[in-house]
Structures are given as structure tokens and as C-alpha cells.
């Protein structure tokens, strides 16, 4: 018997031809076995027959169209392939299998045949169907856990679908604590609350695509691997129960890496004594891989993410939905679901007739007939014979809406062969299309986009006492992946021992940027006691606040210098709880703060986008907001600073605080106005003065304020989010459940008389028709009421503008005068954005921003714009400025 392992090798064919050629070999023997199953990509044309092959040295065509024809130099090493059994071709996939032993096709040495073409030819040896032959790459994934101090991994590896799986099992500190543990459907989503990620709601039961009835199972460690549930770990192999720390190596035949039932991606779960579930991971992917989102936003809330190897475009391709309703509708289960040819531009549309119809056919890019017999040929057992986009066929169909309370979007998680993610087929740039399950109509879409990694960099400290140089980096794929921490760092010398994130990002104007007042306390989302905090480097990541870095990874100790990369299984990059924009600082003790600064998003691939709200009247302060937009238009998560308190000092709670649709009327505050508080004299023997002024600023200021906020409209609801029916969903680990302006929904109501506050928000868009630039912020009044206590419009920064000024007298309306200039400029409104300055007199100054991303060019449109002004053409539309004066 032969001891090593096997290489294994195949062949997909996707032409006239489809199926494919497993060819598989011992590193020790020449002999390899092959096997095929091929079929004719159109059924009923042809009968079945056989046909002559041969090997190809590569081409360099990649279209599906041309690639076979372009096969001329035969791969004839040592003149021993040409004489090859003839490859039988049926009607259906398993109709014409074939398998055989061949000593002259070798997978090793010299004259192997990985890396060259297949190609079937015809009577005339012209080549009729062809394919690349690549070896199954050898797949490593682990998990890795940590929890009340308990750790370890689990280590899976499987060389191809035909070899068996080798768990390597490491468990440390587990104190009599653990029992069974599994693999479960769906991943870990990233923590927001307090909530139990391990929770059936968040990752359902075990892995058990075969659908063994558990009570039929033998007990632990009694059977064989195919009498449990492919995820029952602890059944195959025996429970945890008064272990400590426990190593072990397992073969598992019932356990793949590979195609449909694959384990990547999924769930790793360790349960107590008791049962309960006690602490839970995902299982890796085994190498880089390139990642596809698509967004819904109307009327399915959620996303789908796509996941594949960097390295092979053949691979396997995870599929994970998160689906909801934005109306609250109830769960619908078995809709049909497709991967279209082109973008969605009309997935808002209020007809559902007409809605994602912009999407065309089904993604078909080996132009495989869609007619005659292709109905009954492709389905689920014959994925082959699909187009590639015929996902509900191949895959089956998908659910949106669970009903749970606790995870109302429904989860779907599936592992398909052909889905390729990048390269000639990529499907990136297309779309996924919903079907409705009545009358099929296309129920929802979203453009399928490139996914790139959030990094978060400190580049430099602000108000520096110490020599500290370098940079650390943290790098996270997705929210279902422990970010990474890259330190490259110098100058720890004996004044600086401990480094933390704080909960506020650092204004770097500010002459207290790095205090503890500006920066407030310790990221601590989880509200971790510290009364329960293991000794400094003691504990597992888990058991600290988020924040606290030397107490996850140790002191610095004197050390001069860093240089690490470790994985923080308690650190996020992405949602609520993110660190991103959060400041970093270093100290000796935690106590004195030596020096700090932010943790920016690292944006080469994206722009910045900025917006800012400056409040006025008896409230004062602000609020800035920012983006980033990739060259693709798709944008990042929004992060939000609002730092706002009361003239009068007063110290309320509970405010909310809002976006609504239109801009705020006009700013009847100005300058003076507002200076006149400040200057009132506070001493003794002018109290009657002095409260008669107060009383007239809070009269003048309440009268502003009411009419500048009496035309704000509606609170901004772009994606007719169901604001009634179920909207208790809407919370800050839900917010694509909430409208887009309901911001202390989505975060927290607001203190006055606190510290800012700093937030994340996944449903805010400053870039794009929905864009909330030129819209209006309004703050209430205390207790959740519903007084406003002032607005002020969301104000664009650092894009091009034209100033403009009118005479005050002029009727004046913000949208109409929008909507007059982006007709006369030929462009969309939203493209548009004005900031109105404070009333000087008798002018009214307006600054008109133009926005865009670096393909739309906004200097571009402010150098229009100002061509039209100067050739006063008033048949364009009556916005041209009156140049007043404020003299």
C-alpha cells in the first residue's frame, strides 16, 4: 500500500462540450486514474457518441469564444499521449461517465500535463471544446477562539474533494468548562451590543446539509463520520468534558473543504456543561480572496457578499445573503433569484412592472442556449449544464425576512463551483436580481461591486511629548474576519509603556485635542466592568475593553522599538462598534496622555467626503459627518462627530435629533444677533437690564428659529423605509431598518452638557442622489420632544463652489433655484448643493457647490457655471446673482 498523498487535477469544460475530466495520481505511482462526465451544452441536437482528445501546450485567448479555436501545438512528451482511449459525449450530464487507469498522463515530474489544455476534436481534428487543467490546491483553514480565558484553534486541511479532511485540534484553559462543539450554517457576524453572537437567531444549528436525524446517531466517538451531521464534531470525535488544555489530530471523510457542502465560511461553536453555547468563530478562508457586495435598499433591505480565491477563478465561490423587507412585510421564503448581464440603474422604481428591468438577461457568458430542452437540463444536480448566472437552478432559492425579533433579516449561506469572481466571466459589474414569489415580476436588484478592505492607519501623533515615530496599521477583510495589527514602531522608551483607543476621534485644532475631556474614556462598547479585568497581557482579548491594547497585548516595557503582527479577535473596523476615526493614545500608566491621534480610514482607492452643520440660536456647536467613495461610486460606512451644547448651560437629556428633507427656510439669525448674548453683562447691579435682554434673545431666538425650521418637510426617508409598521426594528444594529435621517433611532438620543459623541452609521449617504448634503438637521427638545430647538442645513466641505449674492427683497427658494441651475447646466440635481450665509443687511449670500466624484469633474461644471453667468442668458432660468452689496 502506498503511503503520501495524491495529486488531483482537473478539467472544466464550458463549450459545445460541458462537464469535466478528474484526472488523479499518487506521488508514488505512475499510473492516474481519470474520470469524466461530459455532455452536450445543447441537448437533443446531438446522439451520443465519442470523441478524440489531446493535450495542448496554453493559449493566451481567453474569450469563450475563440480560446478552442486557437489550440495548434500538441503536449507530446515522449510521444506517449497520442494513442488516448476516446472520451464518451452524452446528451446529459451522468449520461456518458467514463473512468479508467492510464500510464502514460502524469500529474508529477517533468512531463506532466498541469498547467496545459484539454482539447476534443472532431473528425477533421479541429478543436470543438477545450479547457485549462489545474491541480486542486490543498486547503488549509482554521479556526481561531478565545473566550473567559479559555483559547485555542482548530486547524482543518483537505488536499481535494476526493481526499478526506485532517482536523488538528488545540484547546487551552478549559477548565472542565466545554462539552460538545460544532460547525453551524452561518458565520459569526461582527459584535455591535450585548447581544450573544452565538445565538441561534445570529448562526442557526449544525452544519447538516444531508440531513442525518440526530437522535439516530450513534453516541460521541461511536460511529463512523457519515452517521452525523457533517458539522457534529464532538459526535464524530467524542466531547470536551473534563478536558483542560486538549491536542489531538482527526481523519474525517464527511467534513469537505470543497464544492456545495464546504465547511469555509461558516461557523465553529464550543458549548458548556450545560449546553448552553459558550463561545463561537468562523472558519477561515484558506488563502486571499477577491470579494463582490451588492446592496439592496428598496424594497429588500440588506446584501449579498460573494467570496472567492484570489489565486483561481475556477474555485469556489461563498454565497452569503442578509435579506428584510423595508416595509416590515412578512418572511417569504423560495424566491428566485439571478445574476444579470448588466448594472441596476432603476432599482427604486414605485412600478414593479418596470422595476430592474435596466438589469437585461441572465449572465450568460458562454452564450449557452436558453431554449428547447435547457429548462429541463439545468437544475440543481446539473450545474454544469447553467448558465452562469441560472443561480436559483443551481443553487436553489433564497429567503428575505426571518420574523425574529432579535435578527429580523434572513440569512442564506451556500458554496457554488462556477461563479467566477474575477477574470474574463467575472460577474462583477452585473447584477442580482429578486424575484417576487406570485407573479414573478423582478421584486428587487443591486449592482454587484468590488469589495475592497477597510485599513485604518495612524500616521502621526497630534501635541506630541515624546519620541515616539512609525506607524501601526489595522487591516480587516470583512466584518465575518479578526482584523490585523501591524505595529511598526520607535521611540518606546521608559515614558511611554501603554497604548488604547479612545472613544472620540482627536480635533487636531483643538488645544485640547489629546486630553481625556476631548478623547473621553476607553472604547469600551461592550461595557466590560473593570473591576473584572485580568492583570495587563494576563487575559484573552476578550475579556478587556475593545480599546484597551496593552491590556490585549502586553506593556511596551521600555522596549525601544515594535515590531508585531497579531490577529485582535475583540477589534472591529466595520459597524457601530467600529475603532476606525477613533483617536489612539500612548501613556505611561493610562493616566497622563503623552501624545494621540486618529485611526483614518487609508483611502488611495476612495475619495473623501465631508459634510458639516453648524447650529445657531440657543443651541450651539456642531456636527460633521464623513465618507468615502470608491471609483465605482460605491461608498463606505459614514462617520459622525456631534459635539453640541446649550448658550444658557443648561444640562437636558434625552434630545433627538433628525434629518429632514428640505433645507431650513432661511437664517434669520445674523452676526449681531447672535454676539448679543454673549456680550449681556452678568453683574449685580444690572439684573433687571440683564434679564430683560435675555428674555428679548430667547423671544428673537425662539421667533428664528420657528421660522427657519418651518419648511424642513418631512423627515428624510429616500427608501420608503416603513416608519410605522415594525419600526421598533430600527436600532443601532439594525439600521438599514430605520429611515436615513432618523439619527438618535439609529445611534442614541443626545445629552447636553456632555462630551461629543462620536458614531458609525451604515445608512447616511453624502454622496449620490440620496445624498443628504443641502438637506436640513434639526435638534429637539428634551425628553424625546418634540419642540425644535434649531436647524441648520447639511453643508458640503472642500468641493468647488461659486458665491453668489441677492438682494434680500427677492423671493427666494433654495430647491427651485437648484433646480433652475441644474437644468440650465444640464446635469442632476443632486449634483448641486447651497450653503446660505448669514444675512448681511440687505444681501443674501449663497455659496453653490458642485459635487462629484473625480470621473464626474466638478471644477469642471463651476467653470460651465460661470461661463453661463457671465453670458447672462435669462433664458436659461432667473438665478443670476444681483451682485448686491451689504454695505
Not at 479559555?150 to 478549559?174: H, M, W
Not at 441561534?200 to 444531508?210: L, T
Not at 484558506?286 to 439592496?296: G, N, R, Y
Not at 448679543?676 to 428664528?704: I, L, P, V
Request: aromatic fraction near 14%; glycine fraction near 6%.
Amino acid at each position: 500500500m502506498f503511503k503520501g498523498r495524491h495529486v488531483t487535477a482537473y478539467a472544466r469544460l464550458q463549450n459545445s462540450i460541458g462537464g469535466r475530466v478528474i484526472f488523479r495520481q499518487h506521488e508514488q505511482s505512475n499510473y492516474t486514474t481519470i474520470y469524466s462526465d461530459l455532455f452536450y451544452m445543447a441537448p437533443g441536437s446531438q446522439q451520443r457518441a465519442s470523441y478524440k482528445w489531446y493535450f495542448f501546450h496554453p493559449t493566451s485567448r481567453t474569450e469563450s469564444a475563440t480560446m478552442c479555436r486557437s489550440l495548434k501545438t500538441r503536449y507530446q512528451p515522449r510521444n506517449r499521449v497520442e494513442n488516448l482511449p476516446m472520451l464518451p459525449v452524452g446528451n446529459l450530464p451522468y449520461d456518458a461517465r467514463e473512468a479508467w487507469v492510464e500510464p502514460n498522463i502524469w500529474l508529477t515530474g517533468t512531463n506532466n500535463i498541469i498547467g496545459k489544455w484539454i482539447g476534443i476534436v472532431d473528425e477533421n481534428d479541429e478543436v470543438i471544446a477545450c479547457s485549462f487543467i489545474q491541480t486542486y490546491t490543498h486547503k488549509t483553514a482554521q479556526v481561531n477562539f478565545d473566550g473567559d480565558g479559555a483559547y485555542g484553534y482548530v486547524r482543518f486541511e483537505q488536499d481535494s474533494p476526493y481526499d478526506p479532511t485532517i482536523l488538528q485540534v488545540n484547546f487551552n484553559d478549559l477548565n472542565d468548562r466545554a462539552s460538545a462543539y460544532h460547525i453551524h450554517v452561518y458565520p459569526v457576524p461582527q459584535r455591535i451590543s450585548l447581544n450573544d453572537q452565538c445565538s441561534n437567531d445570529e448562526i442557526s444549528g449544525h452544519w447538516n446539509p444531508f440531513q442525518v436525524k440526530k437522535s439516530e446517531s450513534p453516541p460521541p466517538g461511536n460511529g463512523t463520520n457519515d452517521q452525523y451531521e457533517v458539522g457534529d464534531l464532538s459526535g464524530k470525535f467524542g466531547k470536551l468534558n473534563g478536558r483542560d488544555s486538549f491536542s489531538e489530530v482527526y481523519w474525517d471523510w464527511n467534513l469537505p473543504l470543497f464544492e456545495e457542502y464546504s465547511i469555509i465560511g461558516r461557523s465553529f461553536v464550543v458549548h458548556r456543561t450545560d449546553g448552553s453555547r459558550w463561545f463561537c468563530a468562523n472558519v477561515n478562508y484558506p488563502e486571499d480572496t477577491v470579494i463582490l457586495m451588492a446592496k439592496f435598499w428598496y424594497p429588500v433591505l440588506g446584501y449579498m457578499m460573494l467570496r472567492q480565491s484570489k489565486s483561481d477563478a475556477m474555485s469556489d465561490t461563498s454565497i452569503y445573503f442578509e435579506l428584510d423587507y423595508s416595509d416590515g412585510s412578512g418572511p417569504t421564503t423560495d424566491h428566485v433569484w439571478k445574476i444579470a448581464e448588466r448594472r441596476s440603474t432603476d432599482w427604486n422604481d414605485k412600478d414593479s412592472a418596470r422595476r430592474c428591468s435596466s438589469t437585461g438577461n441572465v449572465f450568460n457568458p458562454f452564450n449557452l442556449r436558453l431554449d428547447g430542452q435547457y429548462n429541463e437540463t439545468c437544475t440543481r444536480e446539473r450545474g454544469f449544464h447553467c448558465a452562469v448566472g441560472d443561480t436559483t437552478k443551481r443553487l436553489g432559492g433564497i429567503q428575505i425576512r426571518s420574523g425574529a425579533k432579535r435578527q429580523p433579516a434572513k440569512k442564506t449561506f451556500m458554496t457554488t463551483t462556477f461563479l467566477p469572481l474575477h477574470g474574463p466571466y467575472s460577474v462583477e459589474g452585473t447584477s442580482v436580481v429578486i424575484f417576487d414569489t406570485n407573479r414573478q415580476n423582478r421584486l428587487a436588484c443591486a449592482t454587484i461591486y468590488r469589495h475592497w478592505p477597510y485599513q485604518a492607519t495612524m500616521p502621526h501623533l497630534i501635541d506630541s511629548k515624546t519620541q515616539l515615530q512609525g506607524k501601526i496599521t489595522f487591516t480587516q477583510e470583512t466584518e465575518f474576519d479578526a482584523p490585523m495589527v501591524s505595529m511598526n514602531m520607535d521611540g518606546l522608551n521608559n515614558g511611554i509603556n501603554s497604548w488604547a483607543i479612545y472613544s472620540n476621534p482627536a480635533v487636531e485644532d483643538s488645544h485640547q485635542s489629546c486630553s481625556k475631556t476631548a478623547l473621553s474614556s476607553i472604547w469600551n462598547p461592550f461595557s466590560i466592568p473593570p473591576e473584572s479585568l485580568p492583570s495587563v497581557g494576563q487575559g484573552s482579548p476578550s475579556q478587556y475593553p475593545m480599546g484597551d491594547m496593552s491590556g490585549k497585548f502586553g506593556y511596551f516595557e521600555d522596549r525601544g522599538k515594535d515590531r508585531r503582527k497579531m490577529r485582535d479577535y475583540n477589534l472591529c473596523l466595520y459597524g457601530p462598534a467600529s475603532v476606525m476615526e477613533r483617536a489612539m493614545a500612548v501613556s505611561y500608566d493610562y493616566k497622563n496622555l503623552k501624545g494621540c491621534g486618529n485611526f483614518s480610514f487609508d483611502y488611495s482607492k476612495a475619495e473623501r467626503w465631508e459634510a458639516r452643520i453648524d447650529l445657531w440660536g440657543s443651541i450651539y456647536g456642531y456636527v460633521q459627518m464623513w465618507q468615502y467613495v470608491y471609483g465605482d461610486g460605491h461608498t463606505t460606512e459614514t462617520w459622525v462627530y456631534i459635539d453640541v451644547h446649550s448658550k444658557e448651560g443648561h444640562m437636558t437629556n434625552n434630545h433627538e435629533w433628525k434629518i429632514f428633507s428640505n433645507p431650513i427656510w432661511e437664517q434669520q439669525f445674523n452676526d449681531n444677533d447672535t454676539k448679543a448674548y454673549n456680550t449681556m453683562d452678568s453683574g449685580e447691579g444690572h439684573n433687571n437690564r440683564q434679564n430683560q435682554m435675555e428674555d428679548e434673545w430667547r423671544a428673537n431666538t425662539e421667533e428664528a428659529v420657528q421660522r427657519a425650521c418651518s419648511r424642513v418637510g418631512k423627515l428624510y426617508n429616500p427608501f420608503d423605509v416603513n416608519t410605522n409598521n415594525g419600526y421598533g426594528e430600527c436600532d443601532v444594529s439594525n439600521q438599514e431598518r430605520c429611515a436615513v435621517g432618523d439619527l438618535s433611532a439609529k445611534h442614541e438620543t443626545y445629552n447636553l452638557g456632555e462630551n461629543g459623541f462620536f458614531y458609525v452609521d451604515k445608512n447616511l449617504p453624502l454622496f449620490g442622489e440620496w445624498s443628504v448634503y443641502g438637506r436640513s438637521f434639526v435638534f429637539f427638545s428634551e425628553n424625546q420632544g418634540e419642540k425644535m430647538m434649531t436647524c441648520a442645513d447639511i453643508n458640503p466641505l472642500k468641493q468647488p463652489y461659486v458665491e453668489m449674492s441677492y438682494w434680500r427683497t427677492k423671493p427666494f427658494d433654495k430647491v427651485d433655484l437648484i433646480n433652475d441651475i441644474a437644468k440650465a447646466l444640464k446635469t442632476e440635481a443632486w449634483h448641486l448643493s447651497i450653503e446660505h450665509l448669514p444675512i448681511q443687511h440687505k444681501c443674501r449670500v449663497l455659496k453653490l457647490y458642485f459635487l462629484g466624484d473625480t470621473e464626474y469633474n466638478p471644477l469642471r461644471w463651476k467653470v460651465k457655471f460661470q461661463k453661463i453667468l457671465s453670458q447672462r442668458d435669462k433664458s436659461l432660468g432667473d438665478f443670476y446673482p444681483d451682485y448686491c452689496s451689504s454695505s
